[in-house]
């Protein structure tokens, strides 16, 4: 019987790369979500200038 076996050394590599590939997907979710909100605060105060420009325009 031999003390390494090609099947455990895969399974335990599979195990390895799937923990990764979690974290890595959780840490680049929060990264998205962060960027998202940035994005979309911008968007906001460019609509909210806007709409003042059409306000003063209008008077």
């Known amino acids: ?12 590599l599979f195990c ?4 990764i590939l ?3 997907g959780t840490v680049s979710l929060f990264r998205s979500m962060k960027h998202r909100k940035i994005r979309l605060d911008i968007m906001e105060k460019k ?3 806007l709409q003042e420009q059409i306000k ?4």
Request: proline letters at 0%; hydrophobic letters at 60%.
């Open 47 to 49: 609509m909210d200038d």
């Open 1 to 12: 019987m031999s003390a390494f076996n090609i099947a455990d050394l895969i399974y335990q």
């Open 16 to 19: 390895l790369v799937f923990l």
């Open 56 to 59: 003063r325009g209008k008077n």
């Open 22 to 24: 979690i974290i890595v």
